[in-house]
Structures are given as structure tokens and as C-alpha cells.
């Protein structure tokens, strides 16, 4: 997944990657799979989850190249 691709999936869940800290995006994507991950009760969020995913792997590889 591009970058591009994971800022807007968290910005269209109410997650505005730029504005946080490393330790908020955490907070976020913890909430965001508690919130989304199948085992809840929706198994129709399981593709959505994988898409959580991959965004934060993402993020997170431009992250420590940045740092």
C-alpha cells in the first residue's frame, strides 16, 4: 500500500496521521482494531481490518526512514 493510500484511509476513519504523535498514532490504531477487528462481531470487517493493516505498515516503514 502507498502512503498516499494509508493517509486516507485513516483521514476517511477519523484519523489524522500528521497531526499525531507516534504514540497517539498508536492509540489510534489500537482503537481503530478494537473498533473493526472481525472477532467484534462483524465479519464483514475482515477485509477492512487487512487494509488497517497494511496502512499502518505503511506508515510506519516511512516513519523509521524518516527517524
Known amino acids: 500500500m502507498h502512503l498516499a493510500d494509508a493517509l486516507t484511509l485513516y483521514k476517511r476513519l477519523g484519523v489524522d496521521v500528521p497531526s499525531l ?8 490504531y489500537f482503537k481503530l482494531a478494537k473498533r ?7 465479519q464483514n470487517s475482515q477485509e477492512l481490518m487487512e487494509n488497517i493493516n497494511a496502512a499502518r505498515e505503511a506508515i510506519l516503514k516511512v516513519y523509521r ?3
Request: glycine share 6%; aromatic share 12%; net charge negative.
Open 21 to 28: 504523535s507516534a504514540s497517539e498514532f498508536n492509540l489510534a
Open 36 to 42: 473493526y477487528h472481525p472477532d467484534q462481531g462483524n
Open 65 to 67: 526512514h524518516v527517524v
